[in-house]
């Protein structure tokens, strides 16, 4: 029987617990230098592309104007040989944190992506790397022209046409003698029961276009041309039975005769159950648009309906006031400054002049205030105003007469 000594057991207690303890502040070297580097909360990337309909792959890259991380590599992730009119490219944007940071937590309300919307990103390597997953703005073009619209032998009043490729939503009119009778600013099907509508005699047809399916998608996707079929003769007694369907379902027909019919309304604002829409003189009305009246600017969903508060056009946010109308100038939301342009929207990332006076709006439209550093130089922003700073002395910095800051 072997008996270990009470000084050989703790010479061995010893040089283990030496052994952890260099170990465990190794550990905590490590932690306390990575813990020291400060963490990347937001990260701001602006991407470019060549993609165009029906040219080839075209490229895509990604810039960061900071000086806590950079772009290693842009990459489509769906890359094609050729794009066609609305299709969504997606790409990879790998970024690397400088000596002395890492990333923290990043999400879609902390990464601001410029020319393309944010879908998820994934660190790694110890948090010095980030992989950002962005979606692009559809391809800009013009859907094709539908190919055939026609009537269906059977039942009255069942208007079809060809799909269109690349399109999910047709935009379609019926006529009776010249006259207007209904129109349909949106739907996924690629037929149409018009008979309820046609409740007078005579000769109809109708028109039929491929159209954007929503408002994003109309920023880049052009509507086609018309496609307009034969007439189809409804007799009196056709249009008897068309208006016993139309009491029987609920729908409301219309006359181009009797003076009830869309062209034979006055124009102007009229409102529904769903909100305020505004009648053309032609009958028709503003759809996913602009729309002028008076003089003020106003702008309309896919069905029509006015909109209002805060809303994006052609990637540009505009505000609309509770009565629709469009703001321009400056504008206070929330307790902060924002500056609306009528044609650019609200102004993001960008120096804005008036008169003598400088301002900076941030990346998300917000007015700046205080110390700004900007293409190298430190600006001052007044915080009462947000006016630049001119040949004054702040916190014991001169700032000079172009409002720079002089070391």
Known sequence: MTVISDKKRTAGWLKTAVGAGIILGTWLAMATAAYADEAIKSVTVTVTSSVTA??????????????????????????????????????????AADEGYYFGSISSSSAHIRGADYVTCKKSDAKRSLTITVKLKGVKGTLDRVEDAYWEEKPLGKARWAKVEGASSYEVKLFCDESMVYHVPRTNSVSYDFFPYMTEDGDYYFKVRAVAKSESESGYLK??????????????????????RAASTGTKGVSTKDGTGPMAQAPGWAMDGNGWWYRNEDGSYPVGSWKAIGDKWYLFDMNGYMLTGWQWKNDREYYLTTNGDMVTGWFQYNRIWYYLDPEQGKLTGQWLQQGDQWYYLNPDGSMATGWLLSQGNWYYLDPRNGQMVKDQVVDQYYINQDGIWIP
């Open 223 to 244: 509507a086609g041309d018309w496609a307009e079929s034969d007439n189809q003769e409804i007799t009196k007694k056709d249009a008897r039975a068309a208006d016993k």
């Open 54 to 95: 029906n040219g080839d792959g075209g490229s895509v890259s990604a810039a960061a104007d900071s000086t806590k991380y950079h772009v290693v590599s842009c990459d489509f992730i769906n890359g094609k040989s050729q794009w066609k009119a609305g299709d969504i490219p997606k790409a990879s944007i790998e970024l």
